[in-house]
């Protein structure tokens, strides 16, 4: 019963810090005349990916390091496979020049050089670690920098600018509602899981991941209903870039991470590289730059059926 109380508790705050961090977002991109998707890369997806670099940082100093890998793998995959699969399914999404010239490439980009660290012998390392860390700084500059002038923003008429202190207090209060909401999410999921009896690389790859990947659904379903479409797609890529970047880059300068269960490497890390790579062509195909209902349903198929094979 206590499990399930925090669970309802956490998704609780979770829908709440979700809207106040869009509303935020709304309210910088405003006052700092800067695209919303710049915004939904960088404000939103830093915070929403908060959740993901706490429990990375506890799980690997407590000694759980498959759960802190777990857990950013398995939220990138459920970033795009549960997500963004929910989010287009709710409401059909345009994506704009700058996700195939900039966002997706960067994100692969990521994934590619995790897996180059990771898979050959198993452990990133402290250099491994700023490596990943320097390569964020480095992208956030281009972001801020160029991205800022070469995305033609659409400003919805019924945006209404904030004062600075509520803007402040709504980013404040929104980053705190996620992480409290993550964390009560995630202690009540993994103690019904671990009554199971279930590995922890299967609880950070599904149980866990999953519940740090609810405050980017929050935050995308959010943005969606309120037809704030740049900030759910960019949120989303961002936060993947974040979570491989910044999340196990911090969290391996900290303190090494290794690989205790090799499904990791021969499973799981090759369906994170298939699904972040799918997104690509469905933006294409069947319609140029968007996506639809129909992409919707063949991603979440795409993360059923890992969540399948992952678990049997």
């Known amino acids: ?118 898979y050959f012998d198993g452990q990133l390392g402290q250099t491994e670690g700023i490596v990943l860390v320097s390569s964020l700084f480095v992208f956030l500059v281009y972001l801020l920098r160029f991205q800022k002038t070469a995305v033609v923003d659409d400003m919805p008429e019924d945006d209404i600018p904030l004062p600075l202190y509520k803007t402040a207090l709504f980013l ?37 991941s999953v519940g740090t990947s609810i405050p980017e659904l929050a935050a995308s379903v959010i943005a969606v209903i309120k037809k704030e479409k740049a900030i759910s797609v960019g949120n989303l ?12 880059g911090i969290t391996s300068i900290i303190t090494p991470i290794t690989v205790m269960d090799q499904g990791l490497l021969s499973n799981d890390i090759f369906w994170m590289l298939g699904i972040s790579f799918l997104i690509l062509p469905l933006v294409f195909f069947p319609k140029g730059l968007r996506l639809g209902w129909r992409d919707g349903l063949v991603l979440l198929a795409c993360y059923t059926a890992f969540v399948y094979f992952t678990i049997t």
């Open 1 to 118: 019963m206590g499990n399930l109380v925090f669970i309802l508790l956490g998704l609780a705050l979770l829908i709440a810090g979700g809207n106040w961090l869009l509303k935020s977002a709304v309210a910088l991109s405003l006052k700092l005349n800067i695209p919303k998707i710049v915004i939904g890369m960088t404000v939103v997806s830093f915070a929403t990916s908060a959740p993901e670099l706490i429990v990375s940082i506890k799980a690997a100093l407590d000694g759980f390091p498959d759960i802190a890998l777990g857990n950013v793998v398995g939220s990138n995959i459920a970033n795009l496979g549960l997500v963004l699969a929910i989010t287009v399914i709710l409401r059909n999404i345009e994506i704009r020049k700058s996700f195939y010239t900039t966002d997706w490439p960067v994100m692969m980009v990521a994934s590619l050089l995790f897996f180059g660290f990771i």
């Open 172 to 208: 404040g209060l929104g980053g705190v509602a996620l992480w409290g909401g993550s964390e009560l999410l995630i202690d009540g999921s993994v103690g019904l899981a671990s009554s199971f009896g279930v590995s922890d690389r299967v609880i950070g790859i599904t149980v866990v």
């Open 237 to 248: 890529i961002g936060s993947n870039i974040f979570n491989l970047l910044a999340v196990l």
